[in-house]
T-cell receptor, first 117, second 118 residues
């Protein structure tokens, strides 16, 4: 079954701390894509990153970095030197494919990150 | 230049009413979706359309009827609203994969419509 688990419901840190958000997935597919989305207090869903199952290189974008490990079915997200503006709910998602080239996203339950000054 | 837009942003209505939410995308995508986010923030797919054709219907009550007049628009009509329909509804769009190629494109989400049923 396709499933995404974000075991951390809420994380609270002080500004400038590093924080890692965990994501573990289950999939029947050998080719799949993983995503992270950010939902700030304003409510919109903001795309952060896409990773395909054949590319296990870690990715860094500014203060954000992602660690993809197929062996443990994990796709963790680290924010370095966190800032108050990072406060949001973060969702990990897995693509679920259908014949015909269609897909839908299976979301984890989300991790609420609160960064305090 | 909003990529995926939804109207209205907020919708407050009485139980039993019928209401519609509209979605439009200007990204040139051929596939559109409706997702529901409940009060606990769980996000779940409801429907997907490709070029006006229904592709995914995730056992949503038939009080919910999506309609796609063209590939840039996907509307959601809800009949006989119930308290449990209160949620945030997100529209999204993406490219479909070609042939055996799996779609790699991320889904772009609209700003959401917060529906409150009293």
């Amino acid at each position: 079954a396709q499933k995404v688990t974000q075991a951390q419901t809420e994380i609270s840190v002080v500004e400038k701390e590093d924080v890692t958000l965990d994501c573990v997935y289950e999939t029947r597919d050998t080719t799949y894509y993983l995503f992270w989305y950010k939902q700030p207090p304003s409510g919109e869903l903001v795309f952060l990153i896409r990773r395909n199952s054949f590319d296990e290189q870690n990715e860094i974008s500014g203060r954000y970095s992602w660690n993809f490990q197929k062996s443990t079915s994990s796709f963790n997200f680290t924010i370095t030197a966190s800032q108050v503006v990072d406060s949001a709910v973060y969702f990990c998602a897995l693509s679920d494919f259908f014949s015909g080239g269609y897909n839908k996203l299976i979301f984890g339950a989300g991790t609420r990150l609160a960064v305090h000054p | 230049d909003t990529a995926v837009s939804q109207t209205p942003k907020y919708l407050v209505t009485q139980m039993g009413n019928d209401k519609s939410i509209k979605c439009e995308q200007n990204l040139g995508h051929d596939t559109m979706y409706w997702y529901k986010q409940d009060s606990k923030k769980f996000l779940k797919i409801m429907f997907s359309y490709n070029n006006k054709e229904l592709i995914i219907n995730e056992t949503v009550p038939n009080r919910f009827s999506p309609k796609s007049p063209d590939k840039a628009h996907l509307n959601l009509h809800i009949n006989s609203l119930e308290l449990g329909d209160s949620a945030v509804y997100f529209c999204a769009s993406s490219h479909r994969g070609q042939g055996a190629q799996r779609p790699s494109h991320e889904q772009f989400f609209g700003p959401g419509t917060r529906l409150t049923v009293l």
